[in-house]
C-alpha cells in the first residue's frame, strides 16, 4: 500500500544512453512532481503536473522530458545522458496547493 | 523569488541533548512553513508544518513556530534520540509560488549514544 512508488530504485548507465524513470501515486492527489537531489543533499524542484497539465518547468536541460499519462503517473525520460546528471530523484504527490508533499524514496541515477 | 536559509551542518548531539536547528525564510505574503526530515535511504517526510503567523507545529517532540516578525521558523526538541539521526529540511510554500515547495537546504542531525 506504498502510497508514491518510484521503479527503479537504482539506475546506473553510461553517458549518451536514454533512460525512463517511473512514478506512481495511489493517494488521489491532483499534482505530482520531480525533484532532484544533488550530492550535497540539494534538492530542488524540476517538473510540476496538475491533472496531467504541466504547471511548473524549471530551468532543466530539454533532454528531461515529463509524462503525465493519467493524474496518478508521472514518469520522467532523459535522453543523451551526461556525467551531471547523476543525482537522486524524486517523485512527490500533493493534494492541492500549500498542502504537504508526498514522496518516493528515490531513484538513484548514476551515469558513468 | 523566494528562499529558505538553513544553519549549516552537519550538527552532532549527544543522546538526551536540546535540539535547535535555525531556519529563516523570504517570502512575500504569507507563506505555509514545512520541516521535512530524510532518513538515510528515503524520501523526505513531513515533520510538521505551520500555515499562519504565531501556529507552532508539532510532532514526534519536535517543535517549531512561526514568528512573521523574524520570518522565522525553528526546530526545537527538547531530548534527542539516536533515531532522530537525519536530514532535517525546512521548506516553505508561497502565495506567489503556485505549487511550488521551496527547500532549504538541509542539516545534517547525528546523534550519538
Known amino acids: 500500500d506504498t502510497a508514491v512508488s518510484q521503479t527503479p530504485k537504482y539506475l546506473v548507465t553510461q553517458m549518451g544512453n536514454d533512460k525512463s524513470i517511473k512514478c506512481e501515486q495511489n493517494l488521489g492527489h491532483d499534482t505530482m512532481y520531480w525533484y532532484k537531489q544533488d550530492s550535497k543533499k540539494f534538492l530542488k524542484i524540476m517538473f510540476s503536473?496538475?491533472?496531467?497539465?504541466?504547471?511548473i518547468n524549471e530551468t532543466v536541460p530539454n533532454r528531461f522530458s515529463p509524462k503525465s499519462p493519467d493524474k496518478a503517473h508521472l514518469n520522467l525520460h532523459i535522453n543523451s545522458l551526461e556525467l551531471g546528471d547523476s543525482a537522486v530523484y524524486f517523485c512527490?504527490?500533493?493534494?492541492?496547493?500549500?498542502?504537504?508533499?508526498?514522496f518516493g524514496n528515490g531513484t538513484r541515477l548514476t551515469v558513468t | 523569488g523566494d528562499s529558505v536559509t538553513q544553519m549549516e551542518g552537519p550538527v552532532t548531539l549527544s543522546e538526551e541533548a536540546f535540539l535547535t536547528i535555525n531556519c529563516t525564510y523570504t517570502a512575500t505574503g504569507y507563506p505555509s512553513l514545512f520541516w521535512y526530515v530524510q532518513y538515510p535511504g528515503e524520501g523526505l517526510q513531513l515533520l510538521l508544518k505551520a500555515t499562519k503567523a504565531d501556529d507552532k507545529g508539532s510532532n514526534k517532540g519536535f517543535e517549531a513556530t512561526y514568528r512573521k516578525e523574524t520570518t522565522s521558523f525553528h526546530l526545537e526538541k527538547g531530548s534527542v534520540q539516536v533515531s532522530d539521526s537525519a536530514v532535517y529540511f525546512c521548506a516553505l510554500s508561497g502565495e506567489t509560488s503556485y505549487d511550488k515547495v521551496i527547500f532549504g537546504p538541509g542539516t545534517s542531525l547525528s546523534v550519538i549514544p
Open positions: 512527490a504527490s500533493s493534494l492541492i496547493k500549500n498542502s504537504p508533499l508526498h
Open positions: 503536473y496538475n491533472n496531467k497539465e504541466l504547471i
